[in-house]
């Protein structure tokens, strides 16, 4: 089936303006989480959502960040007056909750570059 | 607080010969997985290999394994006859919530292993 899918795949911007990046995760995954790479910082968690209950933002490094997840489906990461050290890779993951694992899978990432 | 640590930076291995990635964990939780993940060049994040903290078999995925101490907090992956495809970065990674509740994945800096033809 269809793994995680993310858009744009690339996305260059320019200091101060908006962007959003868009996941989609594996259907019927109820957990969904974002993460951002980048070379300083290794990979970090950003934001998580499972199923109907409030999303854990504890990763989220500035109140200029911010995610939403429509209908349980499509989650989009929001990132407002760009800086330059929010260029990364941002990586989106989804999960089906079992007892035995969590595994995540990974989509191909979103990498943003801020002029 | 919870970490993940890989020693290593970087590897090399020749071909088909086996190599060992080291991945050290700090927590004092007593539910947690462990995982092992794969990133080529591409950038895609590729699963390998889960360890529960309450499995008592190191757990086996083909050529991957995972050697689990507990009692050194250590989760290695063993790469069996490795191959030219296998070079990539290699991320060991931490749930806190075993058992289907979840958590989001601490990340170790990472391990770029290159295998020699």
Known sequence: GAGVSQSPSNKVTEKGKDVELRCDPISGHTALYWYRQSLGQGLEFLIY??????????????????????????????????????????????????????????????????? | AQKITQTQPGMFVQEKEAVTLDCTYDTSDQSYGLFWYKQPSSGEMIFLIYQ????????????????????????????????????????????????????????GKGTKLSVKP
Not at chain 2, 58 to 70: H, I, M, V
């Open chain 1, 49 to 115: 959502f499972q199923g109907n209950s409030a999303p854990d933002k504890s990763g989220l490094p500035s109140d200029r960040f911010s995610a939403e997840r429509t209908g349980g489906s499509v989650s989009t990461l929001t990132i407002q007056r760009t800086q330059q050290e929010d260029s990364a890779v941002y990586l989106c993951a989804s999960s089906l909750p079992e007892r035995a694992t969590d595994t995540q899978y990974f989509g191909p990432g979103t990498r943003l570059t801020v002029l």
């Open chain 2, 52 to 107: 529960g903290s309450y499995d008592e078999q190191n757990a086996t995925e083909g050529r991957y394994s995972l050697n689990f101490q507990k009692a050194r907090k250590s989760a290695n992956l063993v790469i069996s006859a490795s191959q030219l495809g296998d070079s990539a970065m290699y991320f060991c990674a931490m749930s806190l919530n075993y058992g289907g509740s979840q958590g989001n994945l601490i990340f």
